[in-house]
């Protein structure tokens, strides 16, 4: 049992199975769109990358997503969505990591770059008497 502490970091630090991480030539973009009646904020993060000093990073990118509907009227821009363009590194399958957030992170997934749009959503439910708000996306 002394050496149950040991195994456990052993196996922590070395992961069980490793993937080629893909960077593209041209990047690949897909939208992120807000269908909930409220501000939706987050984040769309790729996979961790070596650099040639050793230094593993990943990319971030922040967003914030206006009501849907709602449209800049200086510009006639829609505000509800936003485009993301990446060449990666990618998850596994082109996927890169999607967090909204309020003042803590409320929701994450994975989801690849090829398949379509991400759609925001949210749905007022009651629980325990307290009404909350859940939100979530679909992830491809």
């Given at each position: 049992m002394r050496l149950l502490p040991l195994i456990v970091l052993f196996f922590s630090l070395f992961p069980w199975h490793a993937h080629a991480q893909e960077i593209t030539s041209e990047p690949i973009c897909f939208n992120i769109r807000n269908e909930?009646?409220?501000?939706?904020?987050?984040s769309v993060v790729t996979d961790y990358v070596t650099r040639e000093d050793g230094q593993k990073i990943h990319y971030d990118g922040t967003f914030r997503l206006e009501p849907k509907g709602t449209v800049d009227p200086e510009t006639g821009y829609a505000k509800?969505?936003?485009e993301f363009c990446t060449t990666g590194p990618f998850?596994?399958?082109r996927q890169l990591e999607i967090t909204l957030r309020t003042l803590i992170p409320v929701?994450?997934?994975k989801t690849s770059v090829e398949a379509g749009d991400v759609i925001v959503h949210s749905k007022k439910i009651m629980k325990d008497g307290v009404e909350i708000r859940k939100i979530w996306a679909t992830c491809h």
């Open positions: 909930a009646d409220h501000t939706i904020f987050g509800d969505f936003a998850f596994p399958d929701f994450s997934c």
